[in-house]
């Protein structure tokens, strides 16, 4: 299993007398390789779920297990490992490092996981390529699109190759053609990378490439009964997708015999992927 | 540590020309500092090299009274380490209202004063006299030499001739420091003054620095009323009144130095607080809290590298023209302008202390960020 909430609830103070309750006792299983969508209407504790399971933040109450590990009181620097190469981050509105071009801001995980530098620039450009942006790689954020920003911010996300991937209403901000090639691109990592995905949004299409789908209404999390309905129509070429994504997961696995030699993390993780 | 560096250096592109203000605040800061440090510094090496040309003794014993007996000269010459020694009187006079310093010296041994004559010649009989430049004006002519009552005797005047013009020494640098010398014949002197076989002071130089300071002792207990002074000790003397000037100089680079420490906090405190999605971003990716505080760091050390360097060949050439300034101004002395090493390292130095302590709030509140706060708050 890949994330695993036990019971959680999460209670935030804003200021003295003030308790919000955004998550009561939840309980959710995620399995490796899984696509699961956390539906539910705004405010209703979506993206505290996800940064929880991201380590992002502690539960008040309950366990957190992430890839096999007890995240509930580890510490800071496990968890910014754990992040480096295990999850992959999409956030709802800040994603990219303003200052950076979009081929730095996609390495730039890399190099700080220690990649080497060409290295790490030939698989930003393959991730770049898989998320159809190549001809963009030198423009910085500020030269691109709401949803051209997201992309990156996909390709960024899956530097590392992570074995979770966490996207926090990932079409939110772009139009629907743009959505549905993101749903395609989100459908082909799983399928080639083995990539566990956890999504949260309030869009049945979007939930509808889920494996499972999983309500949450007043922090309280229930199991969904109804498999939604499959996309419609595939506004991108999947082949063309699916051949870049190949080309990633080859190169990734030649450099991580290399960095599997210097960090635990990143060995354990070799031997999940598939 | 290569995206430590990426980021730190794509920062310093887009804010540029607000982190080219820092280094300017820097670099002013270090001028002023190496500015002045050079001219003090310059100012030591002009008052050591002046003293050292007015006391060219390694030792001198000075009384007020003329009780010291020639005779010594004879002891102390045969004594261990010694070079030369020298019996001279030296009286404050005045000279048609100036002051004056009356001086007899052997004139058989003025060699070792290393006198050197503008005009005229050395005096060769009693009442013969050279005068110092600044007395100038009375060559050729007859002087009087005024004495007031004092414990070397009562009040009198001595008419001289004046046959030579010495050179000024420290050229007319401080005031205080203008002796207008009247160098006579000291044996005339003595019995002009009705003291012959004594003297009131004492030339000593020996043949290694290592003797000073026990022959200095050997002397003090020898004669308890007169003083004995090294040259080390005037020279030591001199500067710490090139030191008080120093104090002064250094109130203003603290002042300079707190106001660029200021503006470097204002601008970093300003880039953190637009940077904080950023390093919230870097942050909740798995970037560390130390990386991020070792790239601003970088940040700052190559600002003020920048500014400091800048600084230091300004504040280099700044003294330079400080010094032609105090020409205009009418001091005309040759101050040596020096290029130090300690004094550009230090510069650098306090360049770099200066800009990291400015910066360590706003780069430890970057590096302690926590990233939720900052996401939680941009969604
Ligand atoms: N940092 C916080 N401080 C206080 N309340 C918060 C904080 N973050 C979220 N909440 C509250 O918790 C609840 C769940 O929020 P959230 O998880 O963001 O919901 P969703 O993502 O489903 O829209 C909301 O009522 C929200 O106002
Ligand atoms: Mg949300």
Redesign the pocket.
């Given at each position: 299993m890949a994330i695993s909430l036990v019971d959680v609830d999460k209670v935030?103070?804003?200021s003295r007398d003030v308790e919000?309750v955004?998550l009561r006792g939840a309980t959710l299983t995620v399995e490796r390789g899984e696509i699961v969508a956390l539906m539910?209407?705004?405010?209703?504790?979506?993206?505290?779920?996800l940064?929880i399971m991201g380590t992002l933040d502690r539960p008040t109450r309950g366990r957190v297990y992430v890839a096999g590990f007890d995240v509930t009181e580890a510490d800071e620097g496990f968890l910014e490992a754990l992040r480096l190469h295990y999850i992959g981050f999409v956030f709802q509105s800040i994603n990219l490092v303003p200052s950076l071009t979009a081929l730095e801001n996609v390495a730039l995980p890399m190099l700080a996981a220690g990649y080497p530098r060409h290295e790490a620039y030939r698989k930003a450009r393959l991730l770049l390529d898989a998320v159809g942006l190549l001809d963009r790689a030198g423009h910085y954020p500020h030269q691109l699109s709401g949803g051209q920003q997201q992309r990156v911010a996909i390709a960024r996300a899956l530097a590392n190759m992570p074995l979770i991937l966490i996207l926090?209403e990932p079409t939110s901000n772009v139009d629907v053609a743009t959505a549905r090639a993101l749903l395609t691109l989100f459908r082909e990592i799983n399928s080639v990378l083995g990539t566990t995905i956890v999504m949260?949004t309030h869009d049945p299409e979007v939930a509808s490439i889920a494996g499972k789908v999983v309500y949450?209404r007043g922090?309280v999390v229930s199991r969904s009964a109804v498999k939604l309905a499959e996309v419609a129509g595939e506004p991108v070429d999947v082949e063309r997708v699916r051949e870049s994504m190949r080309r990633v997961f080859e190169l990734e696995k030649e450099l991580m015999s290399d960095m599997a030699g210097r960090n635990e993390l990143v060995r354990r993780k070799a031997q999940l992927l598939p | 540590m290569r995206h430590v560096v990426l980021v730190a250096g794509r920062d310093l592109r887009a804010r540029r020309g607000r982190y080219a203000l820092a280094a300017l605040a820097i670099a002013a800061g270090t001028a002023l500092l190496v500015a002045l440090s050079t001219v003090t510094f310059g100012l030591k090496v002009y008052v050591e090299g002046q003293i050292r040309e007015l006391y060219p003794a390694d030792i001198m014993l000075y009384s007020d009274r003329i009780e010291i007996p020639v005779d010594i000269v004879e002891v102390i010459g045969s004594m261990e380490g010694v070079d030369a020694v020298e019996p001279l009187i030296l009286v404050g006079a005045s000279l048609g209202g100036r002051g004056a310093t009356l001086v007899g010296i052997p004139i058989d041994d003025v060699d070792y004063f290393a006198i050197s004559l503008v005009e005229g010649r050395l005096p060769r009989s009693g009442g013969e006299a050279i005068v110092e430049e600044t007395l100038g004006d009375l060559y050729g002519g007859r002087a009087t030499v005024e004495l007031t009552e004092s414990l070397l005797g009562p009040a009198r005047r001595i008419e001289v001739e004046v046959v030579g013009v010495l050179e000024s020494l420290l050229k007319g640098f401080v005031q205080t420091f203008q002796v207008n010398l009247v160098v006579v014949p000291l044996g005339w002197l003595q019995e002009v003054l009705g003291a012959e076989g004594f003297v009131n002071a004492v030339l000593i130089t020996v043949r290694d620095k290592a003797y000073v300071e026990p022959l200095a002792d050997a002397l003090k207990e020898a004669f308890p009323s007169a003083q004995v002074y090294t040259q080390r000790s005037l020279i030591r003397a001199a500067i710490r009144i090139v030191d008080l000037l120093g104090v002064f100089f250094n109130v203003i680079i603290a002042v300079t130095l707190a106001i660029s420490g200021i503006v470097v906090f204002a601008v970093m405190a300003i880039t953190a607080r637009e940077r904080m999605r950023e390093v919230a971003l870097l942050k909740a990716i798995g970037v560390s809290g130390r990386a991020v505080a070792l790239s601003v760091l970088l940040e700052v050390l190559a600002i003020s590298v920048v500014g400091g360097v800048t600084g230091m060949a300004a504040g280099y050439y700044g003294a330079h023209v400080l010094k032609a300034l105090l020409g205009y101004m009418g001091v005309s002395f040759d101050l040596p302008i020096l290029a130090v090493p300690e004094v550009f390292v230090g510069g650098v130095a306090t360049a770099l202390a200066v800009a990291v302590a400015s910066s360590t709030l706003p780069i430890v509140r970057l590096s302690r960020l926590r990233p939720?706060?900052i996401l939680?708050r941009g969604?």
């Amino acid at each position: 299993m890949a994330i695993s909430l036990v019971d959680v609830d999460k209670v935030y103070r804003p200021s003295r007398d003030v308790e919000v309750v955004a998550l009561r006792g939840a309980t959710l299983t995620v399995e490796r390789g899984e696509i699961v969508a956390l539906m539910g209407p705004s405010g209703s504790g979506k993206t505290t779920a996800l940064n929880i399971m991201g380590t992002l933040d502690r539960p008040t109450r309950g366990r957190v297990y992430v890839a096999g590990f007890d995240v509930t009181e580890a510490d800071e620097g496990f968890l910014e490992a754990l992040r480096l190469h295990y999850i992959g981050f999409v956030f709802q509105s800040i994603n990219l490092v303003p200052s950076l071009t979009a081929l730095e801001n996609v390495a730039l995980p890399m190099l700080a996981a220690g990649y080497p530098r060409h290295e790490a620039y030939r698989k930003a450009r393959l991730l770049l390529d898989a998320v159809g942006l190549l001809d963009r790689a030198g423009h910085y954020p500020h030269q691109l699109s709401g949803g051209q920003q997201q992309r990156v911010a996909i390709a960024r996300a899956l530097a590392n190759m992570p074995l979770i991937l966490i996207l926090d209403e990932p079409t939110s901000n772009v139009d629907v053609a743009t959505a549905r090639a993101l749903l395609t691109l989100f459908r082909e990592i799983n399928s080639v990378l083995g990539t566990t995905i956890v999504m949260a949004t309030h869009d049945p299409e979007v939930a509808s490439i889920a494996g499972k789908v999983v309500y949450v209404r007043g922090g309280v999390v229930s199991r969904s009964a109804v498999k939604l309905a499959e996309v419609a129509g595939e506004p991108v070429d999947v082949e063309r997708v699916r051949e870049s994504m190949r080309r990633v997961f080859e190169l990734e696995k030649e450099l991580m015999s290399d960095m599997a030699g210097r960090n635990e993390l990143v060995r354990r993780k070799a031997q999940l992927l598939p | 540590m290569r995206h430590v560096v990426l980021v730190a250096g794509r920062d310093l592109r887009a804010r540029r020309g607000r982190y080219a203000l820092a280094a300017l605040a820097i670099a002013a800061g270090t001028a002023l500092l190496v500015a002045l440090s050079t001219v003090t510094f310059g100012l030591k090496v002009y008052v050591e090299g002046q003293i050292r040309e007015l006391y060219p003794a390694d030792i001198m014993l000075y009384s007020d009274r003329i009780e010291i007996p020639v005779d010594i000269v004879e002891v102390i010459g045969s004594m261990e380490g010694v070079d030369a020694v020298e019996p001279l009187i030296l009286v404050g006079a005045s000279l048609g209202g100036r002051g004056a310093t009356l001086v007899g010296i052997p004139i058989d041994d003025v060699d070792y004063f290393a006198i050197s004559l503008v005009e005229g010649r050395l005096p060769r009989s009693g009442g013969e006299a050279i005068v110092e430049e600044t007395l100038g004006d009375l060559y050729g002519g007859r002087a009087t030499v005024e004495l007031t009552e004092s414990l070397l005797g009562p009040a009198r005047r001595i008419e001289v001739e004046v046959v030579g013009v010495l050179e000024s020494l420290l050229k007319g640098f401080v005031q205080t420091f203008q002796v207008n010398l009247v160098v006579v014949p000291l044996g005339w002197l003595q019995e002009v003054l009705g003291a012959e076989g004594f003297v009131n002071a004492v030339l000593i130089t020996v043949r290694d620095k290592a003797y000073v300071e026990p022959l200095a002792d050997a002397l003090k207990e020898a004669f308890p009323s007169a003083q004995v002074y090294t040259q080390r000790s005037l020279i030591r003397a001199a500067i710490r009144i090139v030191d008080l000037l120093g104090v002064f100089f250094n109130v203003i680079i603290a002042v300079t130095l707190a106001i660029s420490g200021i503006v470097v906090f204002a601008v970093m405190a300003i880039t953190a607080r637009e940077r904080m999605r950023e390093v919230a971003l870097l942050k909740a990716i798995g970037v560390s809290g130390r990386a991020v505080a070792l790239s601003v760091l970088l940040e700052v050390l190559a600002i003020s590298v920048v500014g400091g360097v800048t600084g230091m060949a300004a504040g280099y050439y700044g003294a330079h023209v400080l010094k032609a300034l105090l020409g205009y101004m009418g001091v005309s002395f040759d101050l040596p302008i020096l290029a130090v090493p300690e004094v550009f390292v230090g510069g650098v130095a306090t360049a770099l202390a200066v800009a990291v302590a400015s910066s360590t709030l706003p780069i430890v509140r970057l590096s302690r960020l926590r990233p939720l706060e900052i996401l939680a708050r941009g969604q």
